[in-house]
């Protein structure tokens, strides 16, 4: 999903408010013609169930989207963190195997970089992603070496600790940017979002004008709100962004040359 998608999207879905909000206003105003005698009262308690219970929704999925924002955000650190201590332990190692192993860091860090900033182009990401994991491959097997020749079980530990800590991250990461709520979350979302528009609507029919102000003030909150939702949820692909944070990694990996 893309930004144009999503301004689409949100298009659609200002559209769709504005059509449900209508479609009450004149399913109410035929109930007035075909039984003026019967006063449109005691819905008020099921309109404020369904009101209540979107706005619980609503608020449960900004909070989500957001909390899982900023947990995005801290990955980007912890995983510079991790990778830089692994790269000042290559010092560790033995002289002559340092310089080989130090152009893989650059490599990965390049790759790792790429794989995020290459979103929407899914596939473009996915070639860096799998850079990054040869590169990952490349670091492993030449620590592992470097460490038998030096036969010492404590440094092993304390150089091949950090590369799997920095493998591990990785992967954390990688995971973390594909956890979403599950679909149907947004599709009860925006079924709510269409019922509480026709109730609007419905509520507003006992007026013989429209009210614009109101009308329009609804259909832009709510349309707006659920814009934000997504964009917070997928931050790589909206108008909300976390790609300033990679400015993390990519002082890091100017810190490598």
């Given at each position: 999903m893309s930004s144009p998608l999503i301004l689409f999207s949100g298009f659609a879905v200002f559209a769709s408010i504005l059509l449900a909000m209508e479609i009450g206003r004149r399913s109410g105003k035929l109930a007035q013609k075909q039984h003026p005698e019967d006063p449109a009262t005691g819905t008020g308690s099921v309109e404020a169930a369904v009101f209540?219970?979107?706005?619980l929704l609503v608020?449960?999925?900004?909070?989500?989207?957001?909390?899982?924002?900023?947990?995005?955000?801290?990955?980007?650190v912890e995983e510079s963190n991790t990778i830089g201590t692994a790269y000042l332990r290559v010092d560790l190692l033995p002289a002559q195997l340092q310089p080989s192993l130090r152009d893989e860091f650059r490599r990965y860090v390049d790759?790792?970089?790429?794989?995020?900033?290459?979103?929407?182009?899914?596939a473009a990401a996915a070639v860096e992603r799998r850079k990054a994991e040869t590169a990952q491959r490349e670091i492993w097997a030449q620590a592992v070496a470097a460490c038998k020749a030096m036969n010492s079980p404590a440094l092993t530990t304390f150089v091949l600790g950090s590369i799997n800590q920095m493998i591990d991250m990785s992967a954390t990461r990688n995971e973390g940017a594909e956890m979403h709520p599950p679909a149907v979350i947004y599709v009860m979302l925006v079924l709510l979002l269409v019922a509480c528009?026709?109730?609007?609507?419905?509520?507003?029919?006992?007026?013989?004008?429209?009210?614009?102000v109101h009308i329009i003030g609804f259909t832009i909150t709510l349309?707006?709100?659920?814009?934000?939702?997504?964009?917070?949820?997928?931050?790589?692909?909206?108008?909300?962004?976390?790609?300033?944070?990679?400015r993390v990694l990519i002082g890091l990996r100017a810190s490598m040359s």
């Open positions: 209540g219970l979107m706005g608020a449960f999925t900004f909070s989500g989207a957001a909390s899982r924002f900023d947990a995005r955000r801290q990955l980007i790759a790792r970089v790429a794989s995020y900033r290459k979103i929407p182009d899914f528009s026709v109730l609007a609507g419905n509520a507003m029919s006992a007026h013989q004008m429209r009210n614009w349309s707006l709100a659920l814009i934000l939702i997504f964009d917070l949820e997928y931050p790589r692909i909206g108008w909300v962004r976390i790609n300033d944070w990679d």
